[in-house]
Nanobody, 125 residues
């Protein structure tokens, strides 16, 4: 199973940007998919996740109200719509998928089995 992330690039403060992630195996049905990010010199952190079965959404506090994660079960894809981008959003963004992600672990990168290659988002002021 491979995850292919797309989107990313250079944005200005206040801009919007959309990231997408597709699963290579159409028959793969992850329990959850999510986005994590890693800024230079910092550890990877949780951004957002969605339970593919229930549609339950999860966000880190710093992106609530600005980022929206959505899923397409038929295509096994997940997208991250980012609005009102800030310089602190600058990071490499990784999509992830997990088959056995339990509710209490949805924000932990250790709960995810598969990872995309990462896409760089740079927000310039």
């Amino acid at each position: 199973v491979q995850l292919q992330a797309s989107g990313g690039g250079l944005a200005q403060v206040g801009d919007s940007m959309r990231l997408s992630c597709a699963v290579s195996e159409r028959t793969f049905r992850p329990r959850a998919m999510g986005w994590f990010r890693q800024a230079p010199g910092r550890e990877r952190e949780f951004v957002a996740a969605v339970r593919m079965d229930s549609g339950a959404l999860f966000y880190t506090d710093s992106v609530k109200g600005r980022f929206t994660i959505s899923r397409d079960n038929a295509k096994s894809t997940v997208s991250l719509q980012m609005t009102n981008l800030k310089p602190d959003d600058t990071a490499v963004y990784y999509c992830a998928a997990g088959q056995g992600v339990i509710l209490s672990a949805v924000r932990s990168d250790r709960a995810y089995d598969y990872w995309g290659q990462g896409t760089l988002v740079t927000v310039s002021s």
